[in-house]
């Protein structure tokens, strides 16, 4: 359903000023990003709840009040028929910005909040360009301001306009004065139908902690940031994944609670990590006096042929995945890589072959714990992989995964193996023959090694759990 793109282009005033490529390298399964409106996103998740047996929608219910104890968590919730409380061991407050479970909890998120404001247009057009992001600083069709215009599905397309301070937003809002912006923009002689409109302003915020207790806080509850490079929604995501699998370990009884302290140790930096980015996005675009126009502007000018000042030319540092270097739940190296597969770092894609049919290596992890063995395509593999194997019996589930160079012949039952078919992933891992890495279920990397040893894995597989 989404609009897929890697290509950037960055504009001063009528000139291009630099193109750039956030995918520039092949043997990827996805690209760089995929633009899709909220609403579509929100439909798939709720055609996919519907799915899950465990899970039930409560539509029409309200949060009132939450109470936590050492051992539950109390909820008052309010409907069309009447109140009832609700008891549980753990909750996950992912309820927004506006948080009404933060609230009645007495907490608050703190930062710096910005009074520029913008007007997001999304027009429908048929228009034969590509699926490209497009920032211009200073246009002469909007002087002085910043416009973003982006692709989305079903003919539609987004434009971003910065509107300033002193902008009045019932005003900005009406069409008749949204029809000559887009216009200006898009050129007289395009057609187009107004779909939506709105105005904005933001915040660069979060709480001091994400757990407190039984209750562990997510997404825009538990941290804001603008709209400049995707960081809100990818930042949410990210959270998700991090607490999901911890707290289904808990749940199971296969690691202590302190795992789930492991969430603020890995998601409070990233948090921080995607505010800093965001807060020099906007002080780059948003500049607040002449002295800092003046410095972008000469920034942008040098760009155009200055490597150097491309680097500090800041349209929205785009949403990247978090690499957890300081986490507790990381083993160190003991043995020299040249890969950024460091421990704390998302694990990176390949195609590979299984089964003799062309697939990707990051299907075939997350599930688990995921233990890679990097085989010469030798018998020796089994050698390898028997001692492994019996750390399927420790009580959190490992499942080993053997990588077969390019060309290995013959079959080799009763063990997941795949082909590196084009040797992409023993390159982007820095891989040789006895080299072994540990992924967690969301797909980090948490230790890696030049040759198997049990009792390694098996520490790094107790660490990773907070069993160590």
Request: glycine share 6%; proline share 6%; charged share 30%.
């Amino acid at each position: 359903k989404g609009v897929t793109w890697n290509i950037g282009r960055v504009f001063f005033r009528n000139e291009l000023v630099y193109t750039f490529n956030l995918l520039p390298d092949s043997g990827h399964r996805r690209p760089a990003f995929v633009n899709i409106q909220q609403y579509h996103v929100e439909r798939f998740l709720v055609e996919r709840a519907r799915e899950l047996p465990a899970l039930e929608i409560r539509w029409k219910n309200k949060v009132t009040a939450v109470r936590q104890s050492r051992d539950f968590v109390e909820l008052d919730v309010e409907t069309p028929d009447g109140s009832y409380a609700l008891h549980c061991e753990w909750l996950v407050a992912a309820d927004g910005a506006r948080s009404p479970v933060r609230k009645s909890l007495g907490l608050e998120s703190k930062g710096r909040s910005f009074h520029d404001q913008f007007l997001i247009a999304d027009v429908r057009m048929e228009a034969d360009l590509p699926a490209e992001r497009r920032f211009w600083f200073d246009p002469p069709f909007h002087p002085r301001q910043s416009v973003l215009l982006h692709r989305q599905p079903d003919r539609l397309w987004r434009i971003d306009f910065q509107l300033g301070a002193d902008a009045d937003p019932v005003t900005e809002r009406q069409p008749e004065r949204v029809m000559p912006r887009v216009q200006a923009l898009l050129g007289p002689d395009a057609r187009f139908e107004l779909d939506w409109v709105s105005i904005y302003t933001f915040a660069c915020l979060r709480m001091q902690r994400f757990r407190h207790g039984r209750v562990l806080f997510a997404g825009d509850a538990a941290h804001g940031v603008s709209p400049f490079g995707a960081r809100g929604a990818n930042g949410g995501v990210q959270d998700a994944d991090n607490l999901a699998w911890k707290l289904a370990l808990v749940l199971q009884g296969s690691a202590p609670d302190a795992l789930l302290d492991s969430y603020d140790a890995e998601r409070i930096p990233a948090a921080d990590e995607n505010i800093l980015a965001s807060t020099r996005s906007t002080d780059f675009i948003t500049p607040k006096n002449e002295a800092s126009r003046a410095f972008r502007d000469a920034t942008l000018e040098l760009a155009r042929d200055c490597d150097f000042a491309r680097r500090l030319v800041n349209s929205g540092r785009l949403s990247l995945p978090s690499t957890y270097r300081n986490s507790p739940l990381n083993t160190l190296d003991t043995d020299r890589f040249e890969s950024a597969m460091e421990p704390g770092a998302p694990a990176v894609d390949a195609p590979i072959r299984l089964e003799g049919r062309r697939d990707w290596f990051l299907g075939q992890t997350g599930d688990s714990f995921t233990g890679l063995y990097f085989g010469d395509g030798s018998e020796r593999d089994l050698d390898g992989l028997r001692a492994p194997y019996e750390l399927r019996e420790s009580s959190v589930p490992l499942r080993m995964l053997l990588i077969r160079p390019p060309g290995a012949t013959g079959e080799i039952r009763g063990l997941n193996a795949v082909e590196d078919s084009e040797g992409l992933l023993t390159r982007r891992y820095d891989a040789r023959p006895g080299t072994v890495y540990l992924l967690r279920p969301d797909q980090h990397v948490c230790g890696r090694w030049r040759r198997f040893d049990a009792d390694w894995v098996h520490a790094a597989l107790m660490r990773a759990c907070a069993n160590a």
